[in-house]
């Protein structure tokens, strides 16, 4: 199986930065697109970024010129620059990574548990 870790959030304020990780771990061939999600009360779950093995990279226009997402493909791991915080941006942070567990297999997507970022005005 394939666990998603996260880790780097906390309590910011407005203006701030904070920098998320996601590491996947387990018998991974090999990881294709990920990206970050967020969550906040009431509110469905909407991308805040993507990136592709290759490095390409999608924002919406909410986090665009203040979030930067990267990877390290040796590491399978997948990082969140967030700067210029502010309150709208408090969410629960979720990674999540499309992963090839054999060859042969179909891809499959999986989900952190997710890490809480809160910014306060």
């Known amino acids: 199986q394939v666990q998603l870790v996260e880790s780097g959030g906390g309590l910011v304020q407005a203006g701030g930065s904070l920098r998320l990780s996601c590491a996947a771990s387990?018998?991974?061939?090999?990881?294709?697109?990920m990206g970050w999600y967020r969550q906040a009360p009431g509110k469905q779950r909407e991308l805040v970024a993507a990136?592709?093995?290759?490095?390409?990279?999608n924002y919406p226009d909410s986090v665009k010129d203040r979030f930067t997402i990267s990877r390290d493909n040796a590491k399978n791991t997948v990082y969140l620059q967030m700067n210029s915080l502010k309150p709208e941006d408090t969410a629960v942070y979720y990674c999540?990574?499309?992963?090839?567990?054999?060859?042969?297999?179909?891809?499959?997507?999986?989900w952190g548990q997710g890490t809480q970022v809160t910014v306060s005005s």
């Open positions: 999540n990574a499309n992963v090839l567990l054999a060859f042969g297999s179909s891809w499959s997507r999986y």
């Open positions: 387990g018998s991974i061939i090999s990881i294709n697109d």
């Open positions: 990136i592709a093995r290759g490095g390409s990279t």
